[in-house]
């Protein structure tokens, strides 16, 4: 009778650590939401494009029509440090933590499109860009799906990957930067903008 009742207690003390094994690896939505976003961050280096041309223009991104006299030296470098700092990441992040919110149960495949796939290739992707040699880079099967595939136009999106003939995610969210850049910098904005 003993030896029964030691091994009822091993078989529920096993099932007891089965089910909190069980537990510790399933996620809940906000540890999804919160690893999806990461892997988005991840996945999307644009800030490597805001270097790359702070480095080659003394002006950027005050050119054209923004190289204006009554901007201040001062108002320069505080638009070029906001591009510098972690405020730049606010739009995307933001517009994933959204969609990550949304997605509900599909959160799950989005998590391990970018982290089998999609987002390995999306960051070569902008290192490419940012380094001058996106002549080079060849988009493989992978990238060619996410590019390319009606199923995720919304992931594309959330990378920064889409583009219409008028503009392409990536320019969007720089403009997005420059305009909260320009706000929080104190330039007044003129009709040309």
């Known amino acids: 009778m003993l030896n029964w009742l030691a091994q009822l207690g091993l078989l529920t003390s096993l099932l007891f650590l089965s089910g909190c094994s069980t537990l510790q690896n399933t996620q809940s939505l906000e540890e999804q939401i919160e690893e999806f976003v990461k892997l988005v961050d991840d996945a999307t280096p644009i800030e490597l494009l805001f270097i ?12 054209g029509s923004l190289n204006r006299s009554d901007i201040t030296k001062t108002q320069r ?40 796939s999609f987002g390995k290739r999306s960051k070569a992707f902008f290192t490419a860009l940012a380094e001058g040699r996106h002549e080079d880079f060849k988009p493989d099967n992978e ?27 990536i320019a969007k969210n720089m403009a997005y930067i420059l305009y909260s850049s320009l706000h929080s910098c104190g330039i007044q904005m003129q009709q040309s903008f």
């Open 52 to 63: 790359a041309n702070i480095d080659a223009n003394p002006n950027w991104p005050l050119n």
């Open 77 to 116: 470098s505080c638009v070029r440090a906001y591009f510098q700092s972690h405020r730049a990441k606010y739009y995307k992040l933001e517009k994933a933590r959204i969609y990550a919110q949304e997605r509900g149960s599909d959160l799950k495949n989005d998590i391990n499109l970018l982290k089998y």
């Open 143 to 169: 990238m060619i799906q996410l590019l390319l595939n009606p199923e995720y136009s919304d992931l594309r999106h959330i990378l920064l990957l889409d583009s219409t003939e008028e503009s392409s995610g």
